[in-house]
């Protein structure tokens, strides 16, 4: 990549970047990952400066800087979250000089690269250009539209996104029987059930959060499970998502079932059921999809 970028530069700084994303072990957005590191290290002035488009050239440097470590196995890019893998872990550990760190991972990818060679004649080297660029094309322009979801998400008013929990509901077949007018709700915001007159179980109690702040612990999962009864279902959506020991929580629970959705979750399940929803409740959420070349 002819970014007037130097491979050393671009070890060290995915070397900072692992350490930014160790210290979250639910990984971070790709935007935040990459703000996070643009605020630990010092950028030249070619890093900080900008394309005609206006996007910041660090941010494309660190998303191509990236690609060997994907290959490597060492880092997931899992719908825009960045984590690192336990193969990373080790890597980490072992290879504790940037450069070193670079290299070992340059390798890997060689072999990858070698390993999935699609062409001949030297026409490899090509072929994994555009594959890569198209990779990045693609990261930006998902990272893009999550962004933009999300800020839609904690625009809306706490009441209206209730709703918009309960549309989907309805689009998923399922008998929302009451939703919680605004003001204090007991730990339920939404009653549904299975069948039009809810004479069949189970009910479904469904609590909302729309805050993006911080996620669900122990302590509210643990709240909303004392009101679910035996014969209840409970769903807790959180736009924050949840915290691992509140997951954990959840699995282990043998005899109250509850589901937890988060964000991606809850915009994976609004896509899925898109063609279900009313008009009215497109509205509240409305997409459209745009197709990509996949990346390799």
């Not at 825009?80 to 893998?85: A, E, F, K």
């Not at 007159?197 to 109690?205: N, S």
Request: aromatic share 8%.
């Amino acid at each position: 990549m002819g970014d007037g970028v130097t491979s050393a530069r671009k070890g060290e700084l995915v070397r900072k970047l692992f350490e930014i994303l160790l210290s979250e072990p639910d990984g971070l957005r790709a935007g935040v990952a990459i703000q996070r590191l643009a605020s630990a290290v010092q950028l030249t002035s070619h890093e900080a400066g900008h394309y005609e488009s206006g996007a910041r050239r660090f941010d494309k440097i660190v998303r191509f800087s990236t690609i060997s470590f994907v290959k490597a196995g060492w880092l997931a890019k899992v719908d825009g979250v960045w984590l690192v893998t336990e193969e990373g872990k080790q890597a980490f550990a072992k290879h504790r000089g940037a450069e070193e760190f670079r290299v070992a991972a340059s390798r890997l990818y060689q072999a990858w690269k070698k390993s999935t060679a699609r062409t001949v004649d030297g026409e490899d080297d090509e072929v994994a250009a555009a594959d890569e660029a198209r990779s990045v094309t693609f990261e930006e322009a998902e990272d893009q539209a999550w962004s933009d979801i999300e800020q839609h998400l904690n625009s809306i008013d706490p009441y209206e996104f209730q709703k918009l929990v309960g549309d989907l509901l309805t689009g998923m077949k399922y008998h929302v029987a009451w939703i919680a007018p605004p003001g204090k709700d007991g730990g339920v915001d939404i009653v549904a059930f299975t069948d039009p007159l809810g004479t069949q179980a189970p009910r479904i109690k469904i609590q909302v959060k729309r805050l993006t702040s911080n996620r669900v612990d122990v302590d509210g999962v643990r709240a909303f499970l004392a009101t679910i009864g035996t014969s209840d279902v409970g769903i807790f959506v959180s736009l924050a998502g949840f915290t691992r020991g509140a997951q954990d929580y959840v699995r282990d629970q043998e005899t109250r079932r509850v589901t937890l959705v988060d964000a991606r979750r809850l915009v994976d399940l609004w896509v899925e059921h898109y063609d279900r929803l009313s008009d009215q409740a497109r509205q509240r959420l409305p997409l459209t999809p745009i197709y990509f070349l996949t990346p390799a």
